[in-house]
């Protein structure tokens, strides 16, 4: 099993970026993805997961309105876009596959290495 998050960078406040993460080595539709984002000084936060088989997702409030998460079957991946970014966005974000759709990380036994998001002002 492997996930690879890709899409990171530098963006300005108020600008957008998609976050990519590509799975292998498991029955996609059968998982949940969640994300997960890590900023200097802070606890890991849980900030959207989607139950794939049945394309239901759920939100941090922190991110609610901001983030949208979506999959793409025919090339395992699931996309995080995030607009309207602010400074407090800045993190390292990851994906995790699980058996449960929940922000709570221990239920995610599988991550990926992370891909830095970083919002100047």
């Known amino acids: 099993v492997q996930l690879v998050e890709s899409g990171g960078g530098l963006v300005q406040t108020g600008g957008s970026l998609k976050l990519s993460c590509a799975t292998s080595?498991?029955?996609?539709?059968?998982?949940?993805i969640g994300w997960f984002r890590q900023a200097p000084g802070k606890e890991r936060e849980g900030i959207s997961n989607?139950?794939?088989?049945?394309?239901?997702?759920t939100y941090a409030d922190s991110v609610k309105g901001r983030f949208t998460i979506s999959t793409d079957s025919a090339k395992n991946t699931v996309y995080l876009q995030m607009t309207s970014l602010t400074r407090e966005d800045t993190a390292i974000y990851y994906c995790?596959?699980?058996?449960?759709?929940?922000?709570?990380?221990?239920?995610?036994?599988?991550w990926g290495q992370g891909t830095q998001v970083t919002v100047s002002s």
């Open positions: 995790a596959t699980g058996p449960v759709a929940t922000t709570i990380e221990t239920y995610y036994p599988t």
């Open positions: 080595g498991f029955r996609f539709n059968n998982y949940k």
């Open positions: 989607i139950t794939i088989s049945e394309a239901t997702a």
